[in-house]
């Protein structure tokens, strides 16, 4: 692994940023905002719907990827 050092004044002339225009906002976030810590971990959830059944094909990114050769 390389590792890379970023001097910190090239940084700071870095400008960009997501373009967030028009973007739907997910149905799926709960605002803590002004909740403790605590609070927060023991605020109950909703369970996550269940998944669909799996459903593996030959040639499917799994196996192009190795993981069927693994035993």
Known sequence: MTIIEI???ALASVCGGMKTD???RSDN????????TQDS??????P????PPLIRR???LSSQA???DIR
Do not use: F, H, K, W
């Open 7 to 9: 001097d910190p004044s």
């Open 22 to 24: 028009g973007m739907r």
């Open 29 to 36: 976030i709960e605002d803590r905002r002004g909740m403790s």
């Open 41 to 46: 971990i023991n605020a109950p959830t909703q």
């Open 48 to 51: 996550s719907p269940t998944l």
């Open 58 to 60: 030959p040639g499917d």
């Open 66 to 68: 190795g993981l069927d």
